[in-house]
């Protein structure tokens, strides 16, 4: 397992440095001129060559790239060039709402998809199988935000049962500072609940789109890899020798989860950066919405934190994915791959 895990951990380094430097480099290949949208239009020359110089873009790219990169492993990311903030400390307040929304989405569509479709798969109809195929289209037909839109003004405007997608806080409420920037652990490690609760609240309708369209996959694939198992050769002798309910339902379970984590790690990565949509109807400043401001104001250092960063997560996600896959197929921690 250990030489697995090194094996994995050579494969992402390498990809990670080539994301920093590819970014830096397109960023800088691209027809902007970062320079004009700080000093303005009608700025002098001077006035150019000073906001160009205190920006460092007066230095050849090698250079520029080279003291990036020195900052970058003291875990400097650079300060934003629209509000003169350490990118690091900004990205500390966004990310862990972004890490909340996507992680509640994705447990409670995995605690829901995963029983379904194994239940499904045991006792398959083709009315059980016409529902799961339709709801899963049905939830995947229309953009994320759309439902979104749809979920807001049913629980919001018309029913009155949510808050207002307004952030993860009442208006003029602010949430206590640290320790982890997580709002609902900070909440209760500060004793207050009242807090969390209005933070839980805030977080149901965003949850929701989330979790809505993200069970659909999740409930189809498991629902055919558990139809796979059931059909097995093992399975059927399982059966046949007499073992208990019990465990055949853990054996289906364990071998037709691979192909499901599988999925679960690409949709993973996917929502991390399409997590902006749902972060934009529901006003939450997550990484997403942060990474779209930067790039409307042409913010490289912003960008750029924004991208190593949720690279660095989504290779994480897909590493320990991985592992969870071999400890389910030992034969996966030996192959060459």
Known sequence: MTLFLLRRLAFILPQLFVVIVGTFVLLRALDVDPVS???????????????????GLDRSLGAQLQSYLGGLVQGDLGESWTTN?????????????????????FGIAVLLAIPLGRSSAANPTRRREKITTVYALFAGAQPDFWW?????????????????PLGILNTGV????????????????????????????????????MTFVLTGPILKIMRQAALDVHESEYVLYANAAGFSGKVTKKMITRNSFAPVLTVIGILFGFSLGGA???????????????????TLNVDFPAIQGAVIVMTAFSLLIYLTMDTAYALLDPRVRYSRV
Do not use: C
Request: glycine share 8%; hydrophobic share 50%; proline share 6%.
């Open 85 to 105: 903030e350490p990118v690091t400390s900004e990205i500390a307040k966004r990310f862990p709402v972004t890490i909340q929304l996507i992680g509640l989405g």
């Open 174 to 209: 602010s949430g206590p500072s640290g320790p982890t920037n997580f709002i609902l652990i900070d909440t209760l490690v500060h004793g207050e609940f009242d807090l969390f609760l209005s933070a839980l609240k805030h977080f149901v309708l965003p949850v929701m789109t």
């Open 276 to 294: 902006v949509l749902i972060e934009t109807v529901f006003s939450l400043n997550g990484i997403g919405r942060y990474a779209l401001q930067s």
């Open 148 to 164: 979104g839109l749809i979920f807001a003004f049913v629980f919001f405007f018309k029913l009155g049962w949510l808050p207002a």
């Open 37 to 55: 949208k700080i000093a303005g239009s009608f700025a002098t020359p001077e006035t150019t060559a000073q906001v160009e110089a205190s920006l």
